[in-house]
């Protein structure tokens, strides 16, 4: 057996029989390891941390520590392997979601909506800026239950509402493409996607949300739809224009285009409602209200 091998085998082992003692939570910790540094036995290890289904730390950005379920690491598209020498899972993202909580001190923001919350890192948010209200929006059913089980693990309930719903520009239904990989389920055109299954959620828009659940004020929207954002925008003029958010949307142009429409389009929308644009790291963007014009 080769030294990496041997070393993966060692570390299962170890994990094994932590669960037999009863400390999973190490148990979880030790696969983990395991995963993270010995592709060859993700296999073993990955069956082994689905089974546990145990919590583990894992960090948002710098040194802010949240709660992950291991089954939430396996699923994708919040969590990340990690280099960092603690061996804990990195949310997706991490430089971006630590940018963007900057701009939401620095604009002195209470309340967010994070579209396409999938298992939860930016709605975990609250860890970092504790009186900051948070409504998560996730239509994917397992990635739901994640999210709500981190929610409530890092004691963020009274902060934060999760609703199994997706936004769009109109009210009805839908179909959601589920992939293995849950951070890349979307609507509309899902062809790119062969290896999914697909169901029927309920469409909203966030104009209409706002009223349904009495929401009072939202000073930050977050969109990550795997190219839906325009259409969820374009159901949040209302919102737009009450409150003028911030906007961290996610801009890839072939995921734009499978549901019909441009980068240049979505930049003439923002325009119009009077949103200046700059990239933030490599898929999204930052748009940023123009400052209200002194009267008289």
Not at 65 to 70: E, G, K, N, P
């Amino acid at each position: 057996m080769d030294m990496p091998a041997e070393r993966a085998q060692h570390l299962l082992d170890a994990a094994e029989a932590l669960r037999r003692e009863g400390d999973d939570g190490r148990a979880a910790m030790a696969a983990w390891r395991c995963l993270n540094d010995f592709p060859g036995a993700a296999a073993e290890a990955g069956a082994l941390l689905y089974e546990l289904d145990e919590t583990i730390p894992g960090l948002l950005f710098d040194d802010h520590v949240a709660w992950v379920s291991t089954r939430a690491l396996l699923a994708g598209g919040s969590w990340l392997t990690s280099p960092e020498p603690e061996c804990l899972p990195t949310a997706w993202d991490s430089a971006v979601l630590g940018y963007f909580s900057g701009v939401l001190r620095d604009r002195h923001a209470s309340a967010f909506v994070d579209v396409g919350a999938n298992s939860g890192s930016f709605a975990l948010l609250g860890l970092v800026h504790p009186s900051l209200v948070c409504h998560a929006v996730e239509p994917n059913p397992s990635a739901a239950t994640l999210l709500k089980r981190h929610v409530a693990v890092n004691a963020l309930n009274s902060v934060t509402t999760v609703h199994e719903c997706a936004l769009s520009n109109f009210t009805g239904r839908g179909v959601l493409g589920l992939p293995r990989q849950t951070g890349l389920a979307t609507l509309g055109t899902v062809d790119h996607m062969p290896d999914r299954d697909d169901l029927v959620v309920e469409l909203v828009r966030l104009d209409d949300l706002v009223e349904q659940c009495g929401i009072g004020r939202i000073d930050a929207i977050k969109v990550d739809t795997e190219g839906h954002e325009l259409l969820v925008l374009q159901g949040a003029i209302g919102v737009i224009e009450r409150w003028r958010p911030i906007l961290l949307l996610e801009a890839v142009d072939t995921m734009m285009a499978r549901h019909g429409y441009s980068r240049r389009e979505l930049d003439d929308f923002l325009a119009c409602h009077g949103y200046s644009v700059q990239g933030v790291g490599t898929e999204d963007i930052l748009a940023l209200p123009a400052p209200a014009q002194p009267k008289g």
